[in-house]
């Protein structure tokens, strides 16, 4: 199936779900979010880039094909011939920036930390420069070229009391999988997906798989303070074999990236997805991480399952959810 036709397929069933309204509101946010990203593709921009590319790898030293850069408040071990995060944070030394802000403002006070699909450690370092020196963070990973970079990671940065680092997959429940391997390091994910997504490889490697309940009873943790998870539209499977220290953590919240495009082609209702961490007494309060910048804060459940369609164009897929956390401003619904 063309591009064109996923397009027409989705405005379809827009229209059939939600009605008129729904299918102008998204397709006027469609047209301003190509504008932006038209012009992140322009020649000029491109250029631009390699030039600030060729200029920090110029600096170097590179080494076993590294470059350590200044990220932030801490350093990072970077691999110059990875298209993907590493070339992303060597040109501009940050990434997701919304999503970056919000963490980094709800992280004081987390002592026990989740973190799935730590790749190379840009958050999961964030996680450690925010938090008290008796915090702990089980880092999960499962391709080992990204373990063994974020085990350098952190170890350039002193942390390493803070972290107990696991090659290991998350799903909703333990054994194994076949890992499905992107160009970019950052794109790896344990479902299938059909040609023409955004990622799509059929380069595989087998990989043990554990749940967070599991790997936290492995801990002898009874509840934890923040999960923070981004498993390329696994989300599903992780929530489900969290259940139990999501439901038992009083105080807790969630930082996830939603797929609902990858969601719906494995079958799971994306939906369905947030009906069950509201279920378990969360509240979301922060969708950020749209090419057009804007922020939408502490949105009412119903607001969400109505226009969840709308909600991930304008305001992005970046989603935090809270439990017995005091939220400022108001609701929108």
Not at 185 to 200: C, Y
Request: aromatic letters at 6%; a positive charge; glycine letters at 8%.
């Amino acid at each position: 199936m063309s591009k064109q036709q996923k397009s027409l397929k989705k405005a379809i069933n827009l229209l059939i779900k939600n009605g008129p309204l729904q299918l102008i509101e998204r397709i006027g946010i469609q047209l301003r979010r190509r504008k932006v990203l038209q012009a992140r593709a322009s020649p000029e921009h491109i250029r631009y880039e390699e030039d600030k590319f060729a200029s920090a790898v110029k600096k170097g030293p590179i080494v076993d094909g590294l470059i350590e850069c200044p990220i932030l408040d801490f350093k990072m071990k970077l691999r110059v011939t990875d298209p993907g995060l590493s070339r992303e944070l060597i040109v501009h030394g940050i990434r997701e920036e919304a999503a970056v802000r919000h963490l980094r403002r709800v992280l004081p006070g987390k002592e026990r930390i989740v973190e799935i699909g730590a790749n190379i450690g840009f958050f999961a370092l964030q996680e450690a420069v925010l938090t008290s020196e008796t915090a702990m963070i089980l880092a999960i990973e499962p391709h080992p070229d990204n373990i063994e970079l974020l085990q350098k990671n952190i170890s350039l940065n002193g942390f390493g009391p803070k972290f107990k680092v696991f090659q290991l997959a998350v799903s909703d429940k333990p054994g194994t999988a076949n890992l499905f391997v992107e160009p970019r390091s950052n794109w790896h994910h344990l479902d299938s997906f059909k040609e023409g997504q955004i990622v799509s490889s059929q380069n595989t490697i087998q990989v043990a798989v554990t749940s967070v309940d599991e790997i936290c009873r492995q801990n002898s943790w009874n509840t934890i303070d923040l999960l923070r998870m981004d498993v390329e539209g696994h989300e599903y499977a992780a929530i489900a074999g969290a259940q139990k220290m999501l439901r038992d953590s009083k105080k807790c919240s969630i930082f996830m990236e939603i797929h609902p495009d990858l969601l719906l082609e494995l079958g799971k209702d994306p939906i369905q997805l947030l009906r069950d961490i509201r279920d378990l007494g969360f509240r979301c309060s922060r969708v950020c991480g749209s090419p057009l910048n804007e922020e939408l804060e502490n949105p009412e459940w119903e607001f969400i399952f109505r226009k969840l369609n709308i909600i991930t164009a304008r305001y992005g897929t970046h989603m935090f959810f809270e439990k017995g956390e005091q939220l400022g401003g108001g609701g929108r619904g």
